[in-house]
């Protein structure tokens, strides 16, 4: 039986950009997802905080989602930030599964980069006991994985088909064979502080916005 696949989709999103969009609307194709929600952290666990206020990079969620219906987003991470603590994604997921129950079938949507640091994330070899990880290639990253315990865990959970993710509740790791887009929040910055051209990175609205608010320097 085959029943209907949630996924979540984490990140600062300091401006969320099309290398967040268009490999994640690829893999919807590829692994049958009909919705895919957004879920903005409040404190990124790893990263200096976001330039952009949190209502700021929300405003730019909701803009780059307006022509994509496949989105939405989830807020739990901003709604439930316990005062300074970092949105830890473990925390998040069991928060998820409070509210929706066991049963369901969830998967927690990353780039190869965070694939890559996985070992450093909080609790992270417990994240497979709340859902499934469908991971994004990503350009500069390798997809050889050195790290032994890493290694060790992806052999003993990935899978390549497609049936496992919608057959069970959590539990597999699938790395899909996703457009290479190579674009990041901290190059966009970059380019805005140097006055160079960010169109071809970012949904028109979300660049608008950008240049409206003088945000990143624009
Ligand atoms: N170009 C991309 N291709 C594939 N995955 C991406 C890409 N950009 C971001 N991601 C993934 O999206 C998630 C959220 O990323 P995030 O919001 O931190 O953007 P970022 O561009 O990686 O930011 P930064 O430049 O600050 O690292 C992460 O899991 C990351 O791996
Ligand atoms: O739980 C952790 O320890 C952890 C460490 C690093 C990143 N994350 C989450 O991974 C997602 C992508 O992170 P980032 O830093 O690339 O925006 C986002 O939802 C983060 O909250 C989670």
Request: glycine fraction near 4%; hydrophobic fraction near 35%; include cysteine.
């Amino acid at each position: 039986m085959s029943i209907e696949l949630t996924a979540l989709f984490g990140g600062t999103f300091d401006p969320i950009h099309y290398g967040h969009l268009l490999p994640v609307i690829a893999l919807a194709k590829e692994v049958n997802l009909t919705h895919v929600s957004l879920l903005p952290n409040y404190i990124p666990p790893h990263k200096p905080q976001p330039v952009a206020t949190t209502e700021q990079r929300l405003d730019m969620l909701r803009l780059a989602i307006s022509d994509y219906p496949l989105f939405s987003i989830d807020c739990r991470e901003i709604t439930q930030a316990k005062s300074e603590r970092p949105s830890f994604t473990i925390e998040t997921l069991q928060s998820w599964r409070q509210e929706h129950g066991n049963e369901k079938n969830l998967a927690f949507i990353i780039g190869q980069d965070s694939l890559l640091n996985l070992p450093s994330w909080y609790n992270w070899q417990k994240l497979l006991d709340y859902c499934h990880l469908l991971v994004c290639q990503r350009p500069g990253y390798s997809q050889q994985i050195n790290d032994p315990q890493l290694k060790q865990w992806l052999k003993a959970h990935q899978t390549e088909s497609v049936d496992d993710l919608h057959q069970n509740p959590n539990g597999f790791i699938y790395v899909a064979h996703t457009p290479l887009k190579n674009i990041s929040a901290t190059e966009i910055k970059q380019r805005i502080q140097h006055r160079q051209d960010c169109q071809a990175f970012l949904p028109p609205k979300v660049w608008q916005y950008i240049q409206n608010h003088h945000l990143y320097n624009a």
